[in-house]
T-cell receptor, first 113, second 113 residues
């Protein structure tokens, strides 16, 4: 089954404790992206990657890192999480085409205390 | 720059009512337009799309027509069901790959039996 898999689904952590949210897709998509979803703000793009070893900042990259060492994986790294990074995070992937729809994971709800 | 404006809601309707969720956009060039749906606890999934002016996208009884003259892509359904309760996102892609995807803030739809 074609899917985007994120882990974990829920994560509670403390300020400053490094964490990684994993994302994997099995559709051989070139493009992958991370979004955060907050009430009243909709979806905001954090980082995206057009292919292996190619990553670019989205609208809200501060406090986040990503890597794309393999085509299928695109982990999101928070080196020193802060409470304002409490949010619902989504990974997505697609072909590199204007008309290609995004395939989303089921989300990771992160709480930073 | 590109932007998408949609009513945020919540929009509350009774079962079998007619639904319209308005979406207007600002973009350079000739964007592709999308509606995504997010059911509770899940990621976004593509509902329908239209890639050029006057195209009509349709799926699961939902329809939206790409209106270039009014820069709109309103979502409609003739008779909604309780299972249609979800958050609906209008989005556009203006070229340059999937990194050009711009989302509206989402409309929360609640259907009461």
């Amino acid at each position: 089954e074609a899917q985007v898999t994120q882990n974990p689904r829920y994560l509670i952590t403390v300020t400053g404790k490094k964490l990684t949210v994993t994302c994997s897709q099995n559709m051989n998509h070139e493009y992958m992206s991370w979004y955060r979803q907050d009430p009243g703000l909709g979806l905001r793009q954090i980082y995206y990657s057009m292919n292996v070893e190619v990553t670019d900042k989205g609208d809200v990259p501060e406090g986040y890192k990503v890597s794309r060492k393999e085509k299928r994986n695109f982990p999101l790294i928070l080196e020193s999480p802060s409470p304002n990074q409490t949010s619902l995070y989504f990974c997505a992937s697609s072909w590199r085409s204007e008309n290609s729809p995004l395939h989303f994971g089921n989300g990771t709800r992160l709480t930073v205390t | 720059g590109n932007s998408v404006t949609q009513m945020e809601g919540p929009v509350t309707l009774s079962e079998e009512a007619f639904l319209t969720i308005n979406c207007t956009y600002t973009a350079t060039g000739y964007p592709s337009l999308f509606w995504y749906v997010q059911y509770p606890g899940e990621g976004l999934q593509l509902l329908l799309k239209a890639t050029k002016a006057d195209d009509k996208g349709s799926n699961k009884g939902f329809e939206a027509t790409y209106r270039k003259e009014t820069t709109s892509f309103h979502l409609e359904k003739g008779s909604v069901q309780v299972s249609d309760s979800a958050v609906y996102f209008c989005a556009l892609s203006s070229g340059g790959g999937a990194d050009g995807l711009t989302f509206g803030k989402g409309t929360h739809l609640i259907i009461q039996p």
